[in-house]
T-cell receptor
């Protein structure tokens, strides 16, 4: 069965600093990859997705992610973090032959220091 | 375009009571999902509908949970009787239907259930 690992449960960065959130997946084939953000009391909002093609994908709110097949990773990055980016971030994996099911990682909670 | 609607937003019940959640997906979305998100964890899929048929309910605790999607539009998720470990946020999501590929899922705001 596929699995998704987000090794960092909590991350704290200063406003204006760069950010990288890690995501590793375990599956033999190339999955469909997603990053979602969840603000307190809110549902999940899609930041970006990778299906195929260019391995560097751009998303909303200035986020980007890079798919590295050799490392089974799909890390999320932002060059300059804003205080409003404080939230929980989830990486998710979907498989073409799994009926659009998504498997989520455990999440990384981002705190932003002023 | 209206998003996924869920109600209620919050619910507090005592163990052994029953509770129901309602979800109205984005118009035209054939696929509807119910997720359970326990505090500190990622969402876990409970059940997936394609129109009014069940695609996957392998992780639904069928002894106490049930779900239906009448007429292939809105859906209800019921828990009867509730246990303390059912305390969680219940998220509904929807996506466009299709026989291949993985489609973006759009999530509702969730219902936070507290079982005391």
């Amino acid at each position: 069965a596929q699995s998704v690992t987000q090794p960092d449960i909590h991350i704290t960065v200063s406003e204006g600093a760069s950010l990288e959130l890690r995501c590793n997946y375990s599956y033999g084939a190339t999955p469909y990859l997603f990053w979602y953000v969840q603000s307190p009391g809110q549902g999940l909002q899609l930041l970006l997705k990778y299906f195929s093609g260019d391995t560097l994908v751009q998303g909303i709110k200035g986020f980007e992610a890079e798919f590295k097949r050799s490392q089974s990773s799909f890390n999320l990055r932002k060059p300059s973090v804003h205080w409003s980016d404080a939230a929980e971030y989830f990486c998710a994996v979907g498989l073409n032959n799994a009926g659009n099911m998504l498997t989520f990682g455990g999440g990384t909670r981002l705190m932003v220091k002023p | 375009e209206a998003g996924v609607a869920q109600s209620p937003r919050y619910k507090i019940i005592e163990k052994r009571q029953s509770v129901a959640f309602w979800c109205n997906p984005i118009s035209g979305h054939a696929t509807l999902y119910w997720y359970q998100q326990i505090l500190g964890q990622g969402p876990k899929l409970l059940i997936q509908f394609q129109n009014n048929g069940v695609v996957d309910d392998s992780q639904l605790p069928k002894d106490r949970f049930s779900a239906e999607r009448l007429k292939g539009v809105d859906s209800t998720l019921k828990i009867q009787p509730a246990k303390l470990e059912d305390s969680a946020v219940y998220l509904c999501a929807s996506s466009q239907g299709g026989s291949s590929g993985v489609r973006e899922q759009y999530f509702g705001p969730g219902t936070r259930l507290t079982v005391t």
